[in-house]
């Protein structure tokens, strides 16, 4: 009945009919792509259903085979037009969904009795039916509202796919998938027009159309949106495991595909076709996205998640654009560990200012700034005294009451307070002209004397201005030291006065 050629060809279609049902499992990872496992499940139908009437001789079996081509083809069809609306984000009308089923049960069931009214074909079912004449047979009235309704959905196919493609095609300059679709289309149907109406082929040219184009587009648009190229790449079963979150995006920068913790987390839903830089703005606020260690921003947020994010591009043969795959590390904890090494690398554990070790750090930043500055130097001159007389308890509270007066000048003027050690500090105060100095001097002697006499502080300091702009911060340093060795000079007396008040309490105190 066919030649060894069209055998190939039928053949060779068949095994592309049947590449989607190896994969049916990828179409239950994202709703866009629901219908067209039915689209897939349905094709290979008619594959089986073509095959046996190729093979069968019982003419009984060869005539049912045959009209039950009727309502594979009008599912098909009308499936195709639900996955292509559901994948476009077009809601299709419930009315719609429910006249397209009522229709291909209707087409099912007048298929089946056709050998009592002749609808579908001008034929009764005899042991003379062959292969041959069931593609001659008289076409019933029923065969045309089947064939007239299938154009209509062939007409809702062209119309969203060639739509649907010649956008990509604007935007994107990508010439292929346009041009062979539509041609596809253009070569199909007409195909189909000539096999129904005027030369009836051995093998419906409307099998080997669908078979191509939806094998094809399958290539253009799910290829395309990477999710096969993890799949059939066999990274599945590595992405599933994951411990850490991911996202993949198209070439468009929308977001097909995430881990499910990214999902719950940041409530993002790949059916949506969000843009990736839109979900990055919107988590912002309670995410630290980075790409290096020196991207992070600080102070550390203890609000805030801290992900190390990673980007590689996905290459798809024969493509010209590619898709993105982002892992983000968590490493809120890493982060919160380093901050807090940082803190007590920098500051002093006591007070809460900071250190030497910072003033270290900073010194040569300083110098390589064309900025004047000043620094001012403490040191209390009681410290030891507290100790001696009312114990180390009270020597501590001292040094933290005095930091804590230096935060608030601090933080008023803008200031860096540091604890260079033992009884001495140091505040920072960059940008300040002499006036300004003097006035901030003024205040900082202010509130450091307004306390109870008994708790008075007892203090020298000293201050020096950067002279030149090459001047280096260990000389202006050196200044601001002297001047205040100046002062505890002059204090002599006054640390006399404190030595006898203390005296007096620690009596009082173990009396």
């Not at 200012?353 to 750090?361: A, P, V």
Request: net charge negative.
């Amino acid at each position: 009945m066919m030649n060894v050629f069209l055998w190939l060809i039928f053949i060779a279609v068949a095994i592309i009919s049947f590449v989607p049902l190896a994969y049916l499992k990828v179409f239950n990872s994202n709703r866009r792509y629901h219908y067209f496992k039915y689209v897939s499940l349905v094709l290979g139908l008619w594959t089986i259903d073509t095959w046996l009437r190729l093979v069968v001789d019982e003419p009984y079996l060869q005539y049912y085979l045959s009209l039950n081509l009727y309502p594979i083809v009008i599912a098909l069809v009308g499936l195709l037009v639900l996955a292509l609306r559901n994948y476009l984000g077009k809601e299709t009308p419930r009315f719609a969904r429910y006249f397209f089923w009522l229709f291909v049960i209707a087409d099912a069931v007048i298929a089946n009795t056709n050998a009592f009214h002749h609808l579908m074909w001008d034929l009764a079912p005899s042991a003379n039916i062959t292969y041959l004449s069931t593609i001659n047979a008289p076409n019933g009235v029923f065969f045309y509202i089947h064939t007239a309704l299938s154009y209509f959905f062939l007409l809702d196919v062209i119309i969203l796919l060639v739509s649907y493609l010649y956008r990509n095609l604007i935007r994107e300059q990508d010439v292929l998938p346009f041009l062979f679709i539509t041609l596809g289309l253009v070569v199909g149907l007409g195909l189909n027009f000539i096999h129904i109406f005027f030369y009836r082929f051995l093998i419906d040219p409307t099998y080997i159309a669908f078979s191509l184009l939806i094998f094809i587009f399958y290539i253009v648009v799910y290829i395309r949106d990477i999710k096969l190229i993890l799949v059939m790449g066999r990274n599945e079963f590595i992405l599933d495991n994951l411990r850490e979150m991911y996202v993949v995006v198209n070439q468009r920068d929308e977001i097909i595909d995430a881990s499910e913790e990214f999902i719950k987390n940041f409530g993002v839903n790949p059916d949506e076709r969000t843009l990736f830089v839109d979900v990055m703005k919107s988590i912002e606020d309670k995410v630290s996205v980075f790409n290096e260690t020196k991207g992070i921003r600080l102070p550390f947020d203890e609000k805030k998640t801290y992900l190390h994010m990673q980007m590689k591009e996905i290459s798809i043969p024969l493509f010209k654009y590619t898709g993105k795959f982002y892992l983000f590390y968590d490493e809120t904890e890493h982060q919160r560990y380093i901050n807090d090494m940082n803190y007590i690398k920098s500051h002093d554990l006591m007070t809460g200012l900071f250190n030497r070790n910072h003033f270290e750090e900073i010194k040569d930043e300083i110098d390589q700034l064309n900025r004047s500055y000043a620094l001012i130097m403490f040191d209390l001159d009681g410290l030891k005294l507290y100790n001696d007389y009312l114990g180390h308890a009270a020597g501590d509270n001292l040094l933290i009451g005095f930091s804590n007066k230096l935060k608030v000048i601090a933080k008023k003027y803008n200031l860096i307070p540091i604890r260079m050690g033992g009884d001495e500090f140091l505040l920072i105060a960059m940008s300040m002209n002499s006036k300004m100095i003097d006035s901030t001097i003024d205040d900082i002697i202010a509130v450091l004397k307004s306390q109870e006499e008994e708790d008075m502080i007892l203090f020298s300091y000293g201050y020096a201005e950067r002279e030149a702009q090459y001047e280096k911060i260990e000389r202006v340093f050196s200044r601001a030291d002297d001047v205040m060795y100046s002062m505890k000079d002059k204090n002599k007396h006054a640390k006399e006065l404190l030595e006898e008040k203390l005296k007096d309490k620690a009596c009082k105190m173990n009396r």
